[in-house]
């Protein structure tokens, strides 16, 4: 019979999951706790949650939140990182932590409740963040508003001098 904390945490990590736009399962064997530290340090800065959790009690929370396809991930130790905000912040905390360290080992990852495998990594991990593609869309949207509005304003300041050089052509 399971015991009431092992309940407790495959409930709480099956709404965790739910909840995730981006999880990341990831071992972490060889890094020191100075660099585990570190690292939760990192992703604690952008929103990003950091566990070391059991393979069962990950692979049983996993189940429960309805996540398919996850064989061969929980093997050997399991780190797991949630993104609730930007599914793409925790790919590109890795990422930047692997160019001074080898590890932590990607496993698999799920983004936007799509299981992936370690070779989409790359590409989710040069993903811009939400709010560069944000300041993307607005920029995009406003100039042709912004060309628009300067094509009208030289047309009228055209015009407007037309009809000045005619009134004072005109004699009185």
Known sequence: MPNQQNVETVETFSSKFQEASGIYFTDYLGLSVKDIT???????????????????????????????????????????????????????????????????????????GEVMDKGAFAKVANLPSKEVLLTKLVGGLSSPMTKLASTLEGAMSSFVNVLNNLKDSKPE
């Open 38 to 112: 570190q690292l939760r340090k990192k992703f604690t800065e952008d929103g990003v949650e950091f566990y070391v959790i059991k393979n069962t009690l990950a692979k049983l929370s996993a189940e429960n939140a309805g996540i398919k396809d996850l064989n061969g991930v929980f093997g050997g130790p399991t780190a797991v990182a949630l993104s609730f905000d930007d599914p793409t912040v925790p790919a590109r905390i890795i990422k930047e932590f692997k160019k001074d360290h080898d590890l932590p080992e990607l496993k698999a990852f799920v983004f936007e």
